[in-house]
């Protein structure tokens, strides 16, 4: 039974670091080029986390690099006008970190191309962050392996804002997020550099994947909450400062109908969600953000962890019927979808 958020509960503010991105998509379906149009959004993994749970009603604050032109103005622009706090933003010379996203269709899937070599945020050296001011008055950082990925100065900063948020006593939410397009030739790095943070976080967003790549495993039970169980037992014993590990899990019929569910297992137990059935996908891009959103706004409001598992699956389904990156959908939305509220027209 899903537990409402605690009304007058202390205001977090929370810290993310990453890397600001344009996407760029043709309209519909279509294929890129096919017609001389592209829509725009701006996003990027920390980004719509930190839009979503300011929409959501918490105090974000966004720690990136940008151009200083238009581009970047505006993408700055974007996430202020969703309530995140963008005066740590830097602005220097250089190009936006750019994705085209190709969209698919029933049995065509989605293709995301990457133009974000030697942007402004990959080019920012690791010392130019000074974590202790950017860190002040913050009780929670979040950040992902996307950072590790982009090279060795971004790899360095996420690894500086992580030991300066422990030694500040923030607490520490990382997405694992491996994407071995972004990794490239660094690839073999990866597992001890997200090991590395992984070790200093107490919330980790990751499947049974990710935590075999960083530890050295394999899982090879049948089914996915077997392998979550596995691989969230091997997690919580390497690391000692973890408390959680989440996760989504896809059966996917095509592109456009899927099912998912949500898994969470602390020290004492594991929750697993009833699989939602989606049809009809506008946009699943950010799902996994919506989740982290939508987990943290539970854990943040002191929902029991079974709540707050739920209302992070409700965000992480009502994401895919929102264009863009970003769950630009309230609390009231999840709830509703929780409580089963049906579909007529709300007037």
């Known amino acids: 039974?899903?537990?409402?958020?605690?009304?007058?509960?202390?205001?977090?503010?929370i810290a993310f670091f990453g890397e600001l991105l344009m996407r760029l998509s043709p309209p519909g379906n279509e294929l890129p080029f096919q017609s001389p149009r592209f829509d725009?959004?701006?996003g990027g993994a920390e980004a719509n986390v930190a839009a979503s749970l300011a929409i959501l009603g918490h105090d974000s604050a966004m720690i990136s690099a940008l151009p200083?032109?238009?581009?970047?103005?505006?993408?700055a622009g974007e996430l202020h006008r969703h309530g995140v706090d963008t005066s740590s933003l830097r602005y220097t010379g250089g190009r936006m970190g750019i994705y085209f996203l190709s969209p698919g269709a029933m049995h065509r899937p989605s293709e995301v191309l990457y133009d974000r070599a030697n942007s402004v945020f990959a080019c920012t050296s690791a010392d130019s962050y000074d974590w202790p001011r950017l860190l002040t008055g913050a009780q929670w950082l979040h950040l992902s392996g996307i950072n590790l990925a982009l090279g060795e100065s971004t790899a360095q900063a996420a690894l500086n804002a992580v030991r300066a948020a422990r030694a500040a006593g923030l607490s520490v939410s990382f997405d694992c997020n491996y994407r071995s397009k972004l990794w490239g030739s660094r690839s073999p790095q990866a597992p001890a550099l997200i090991r590395d943070v992984a070790g200093q976080a107490d919330l980790i967003f990751g499947n049974?994947?990710?935590?075999a790549l960083m530890l050295g495993l394999e899982f090879t039970h049948t089914n996915a909450p077997e392998r979550f169980r596995a691989a969230a037992e091997a997690a919580l014993d390497a690391w000692p400062r973890l408390r959680r590990?989440?996760?989504t899990e896809r059966h996917l019929r095509n592109v456009d109908d899927q099912d998912i569910f949500g898994m969470m297992a602390t020290r004492e137990r594991l929750w697993i969600t009833k699989p939602h059935t989606l049809t009809h996908i506008v946009d699943r891009i950010g799902g996994g953000d919506a989740f982290a959103a939508g987990l943290l706004h539970g854990l943040f409001q002191q929902m029991t962890d079974e709540a707050a598992l739920e209302f992070a699956m409700a965000a992480a389904c009502l994401k895919h019927s929102v264009p863009g990156d970003v769950n630009l959908l309230r609390e009231s939305d999840m709830l509703s979808f929780l409580a089963q509220d049906g579909f007529e027209v709300k007037r």
């Open 1 to 13: 039974m899903h537990n409402e958020p605690r009304k007058n509960t202390p205001r977090i503010r």
């Open 40 to 42: 725009v959004h701006f």
């Open 68 to 75: 200083d032109n238009a581009l970047g103005r505006a993408c």
């Open 208 to 211: 049974d994947r990710d935590i």
């Open 245 to 247: 590990l989440a996760a």
